[in-house]
């Protein structure tokens, strides 16, 4: 077999080798192995990309001086590169997250749900809920996603909200000191409603504690704008479903707060403003920006007196021994054990406060750490 090229109106040959056979096969052979493939055709000339699912919406077909032969898709055709063959457009497959669709599959994320459609996504946006987070030594993950840390020790506005037509509501919670290194945790959760009805209730760790604390006179049969409340697993749970409203707590270390989009930028308070800009979630109580935490935290006190926190008690560095049996503990949230919880954990940022978490814990209260993790889980699992 020869190799030869065009060369000044002359052909220049010489013997292929193994390479020039690999680039440049006879014609023939590519003819064959083009009609072996479903929808595709040889062509002397290939175009500099070929027309495939993710170009053909806006495909412009361009040539080299020096084209080579190949196999291309007919007409009505292009190629599916994930499938590597040549499909109907409307059959082409989508990608997301590394992943290969086929023509009419979907996926959900977050609010957003997507169905692959001829190689493309079409998505819809619904309205959805959005929670809050206090857990362990006082982290905080606003509505808006927007991660910080405050130990304050006081009770503070948590969130607070109003409604066109005057009706709200507020969350407070009572910050005190546990263990014995200076951080700080939740003992109690205060729920009041305003409006069209007036109510309140206290959720404590105390559970001797827990109640009404201004019973309206219809909150008995007040409706989905009254309370309901019970208990699911380690959790307590206060639901307004008027408001779209909804309050977990564990009576110890974790609280969660549930809106509907109705309260898009009618909130404030710790949980910031849910206006899905995580930018501008530390406004204080005058509406203004603050920069850190410790002041963004103490902003939103009910009392005066209360004292604003030196800095942020790093339990780590205090005591680095519980340093290692900290992340040995812990660590079991990136084991295999919980491979399957990795959509509904964070395991990148939690499983970093974890181990600060257990660190104070480990002293006097480190059965606690034990009881929450075996609690874990059995939730989990």
Same mark, same amino acid.
């Given at each position: 077999?020869?190799?030869?090229?065009?060369?000044?109106?002359?052909?220049?040959?010489?013997?292929?080798?193994?390479?020039?056979?690999?680039?440049?096969?006879?014609?023939?052979?590519?003819?064959?192995?083009?009609?072996?493939?479903?929808?595709?055709?040889?062509?002397?000339?290939?175009?500099?990309?070929?027309?495939?699912?993710?170009?053909?919406?806006?495909?412009?077909?361009?040539?080299?001086?020096?084209?080579?032969?190949?196999?291309?898709?007919?007409?009505?055709?292009?190629?599916?590169?994930?499938?590597?063959?040549?499909?109907?457009?409307?059959?082409?497959?989508?990608?997301?997250?590394?992943?290969?669709?086929?023509?009419?599959?979907?996926?959900?994320?977050?609010?957003?749900?997507?169905?692959?459609?001829?190689?493309?996504?079409?998505?819809?946006?619904?309205?959805?809920?959005?929670?809050?987070?206090?857990?362990?030594?006082?982290?905080?993950?606003?509505?808006?996603?927007?991660?910080?840390?405050?130990?304050?020790?006081?009770?503070?506005?948590?969130?607070?909200?109003?409604?066109?037509?005057?009706?709200?509501?507020?969350?407070?919670?009572?910050?005190? +000191? !546990? *263990?014995?290194?200076?951080?700080?945790?939740?003992?109690?959760?205060?729920?009041?409603?305003? $409006? /069209?009805? =007036?109510? &309140?209730?206290?959720?404590?760790?105390?559970?001797?504690?827990?109640?009404?604390?201004?019973?309206?006179?219809?909150?008995?049969?007040?409706?989905?704008?009254?309370?309901?409340?019970?208990?699911?697993?380690?959790?307590?749970?206060?639901?307004?479903?008027?408001?779209?409203?909804?309050?977990?707590?564990?009576?110890?270390?974790?609280?969660?707060?549930?809106?509907?989009?109705?309260?898009?930028?009618?909130?404030?308070? +710790? !949980? *910031?403003?849910?206006?899905?800009?995580?930018?501008?979630?530390?406004?204080?109580?005058?509406? $203004? /920006?603050? =920069?850190? &935490?410790?002041?963004?935290?103490?902003?939103?006190?009910?009392?005066?007196?209360?004292?604003?926190?030196?800095?942020?008690?790093?339990?780590?560095?205090?005591?680095?021994?519980?340093?290692?049996?900290?992340?040995?503990?812990?660590?079991?949230?990136?084991?295999?054990?919980?491979?399957?919880?990795?959509?509904?954990?964070?395991?990148?940022?939690?499983?970093?406060?974890?181990?600060?978490?257990?660190?104070?814990?480990?002293?006097?209260?480190?059965?606690?750490?034990?009881?929450?993790?075996?609690?874990?889980?059995?939730?989990?699992?």
């Amino acid at each position: 077999m020869f190799f030869s090229t065009c060369s000044a109106g002359l052909w220049d040959c010489e013997v292929a080798n193994h390479r020039d056979r690999e680039l440049y096969p006879p014609a023939s052979e590519m003819k064959e192995k083009c009609a072996e493939k479903e929808f595709a055709e040889f062509t002397k000339c290939l175009p500099v990309e070929l027309k495939t699912c993710k170009n053909m919406h806006a495909y412009n077909e361009k040539f080299d001086e020096d084209c080579n032969p190949g196999c291309v898709c007919m007409d009505g055709y292009v190629l599916d590169v994930s499938a590597h063959k040549c499909v109907s457009p409307e059959n082409c497959s989508c990608h997301h997250g590394g992943k290969s669709y086929n023509d009419g599959d979907s996926f959900k994320e977050d609010c957003t749900t997507c169905k692959c459609k001829s190689g493309k996504w079409d998505c819809i946006s619904e309205n959805c809920a959005a929670t809050c987070s206090v857990w362990g030594d006082s982290h905080f993950t606003t509505f808006d996603k927007m991660d910080f840390d405050f130990q304050g020790v006081c009770d503070y506005v948590l969130s607070k909200g109003t409604l066109s037509g005057g009706d709200g509501f507020s969350v407070t919670i009572q910050n005190v +000191l !546990c *263990g014995t290194m200076g951080v700080t945790c939740s003992k109690s959760a205060k729920i009041s409603l305003f $409006g /069209q009805l =007036t109510d &309140s209730i206290l959720l404590s760790s105390d559970s001797s504690k827990s109640k009404h604390l201004e019973n309206s006179k219809n909150s008995r049969n007040s409706g989905p704008n009254g309370f309901a409340i019970y208990k699911s697993g380690i959790m307590t749970t206060v639901e307004v479903t008027g408001l779209g409203l909804q309050i977990k707590w564990d009576h110890g270390t974790r609280l969660y707060v549930k809106l509907s989009d109705q309260w898009k930028g009618r909130t404030s308070g +710790l !949980c *910031g403003n849910y206006n899905n800009d995580a930018q501008d979630d530390m406004i204080n109580p005058s509406q $203004g /920006q603050e =920069t850190s &935490s410790l002041l963004f935290g103490h902003s939103w006190r009910l009392q005066e007196f209360c004292s604003l926190p030196s800095k942020q008690i790093a339990a780590c560095s205090e005591h680095p021994e519980r340093k290692l049996w900290a992340h040995k503990k812990c660590g079991i949230l990136k084991s295999k054990l919980f491979q399957g919880v990795t959509i509904i954990l964070n395991v990148s940022t939690e499983s970093n406060l974890v181990p600060f978490d257990a660190d104070f814990f480990l002293g006097n209260r480190s059965h606690t750490v034990q009881n929450r993790t075996n609690k874990m889980n059995g939730l989990t699992l």
